[in-house]
């Protein structure tokens, strides 16, 4: 059983810039396409951003192109969302993903463990 564990959230002014971590219990994950999610109050759980095991594929929502840039480093089995002109809309929690047998996923359905969430808020 795979565990997530994501940082980095807080409060940031629009423009401002955050970066999430997402810390896996096991190496197994490295193995694994990872992604992030996020959620917004009254909303349904959206997709940000998808990477491959390897790293080499990744893919992002339209919100995230060009703005998001996901990584990971598998030596250290975790993965990272640096999030760059960040705006009020973009307020949400984010949850880390991971899928198994998987080399890339965009739906909820897809995804064998999740975190805990961290909360992001962007001030206007």
């Known amino acids: 059983q795979v565990q997530l564990v994501e940082s980095g959230g807080g409060l940031v002014q629009a423009g401002g810039s955050l970066r999430l971590s997402c810390a896996a219990s096991?190496?197994?994950?490295?193995?694994?396409?990872m992604g992030w999610f996020r959620q917004a109050p009254g909303k349904e759980r959206e997709f940000v951003a998808t990477i491959s095991a390897s790293g080499a594929f990744t893919l992002y929502s339209d919100s995230a192109k060009g703005r998001f840039t996901i990584s990971r480093d598998n030596a250290k089995n975790t993965m990272y969302l640096q999030m760059n002109s960040l705006k009020p809309e973009d307020t949400a929690v984010y949850y880390c993903?991971?899928?198994?047998?998987?080399?890339?996923?965009?739906?909820?359905?897809?995804?064998?463990?999740w975190g805990q969430g961290t909360q992001v808020t962007v001030s206007s």
């Open positions: 096991e190496r197994t994950a490295s193995s694994y396409a």
């Open positions: 993903a991971a899928s198994v047998g998987q080399a890339r996923f965009t739906r909820t359905s897809q995804v064998n463990y």
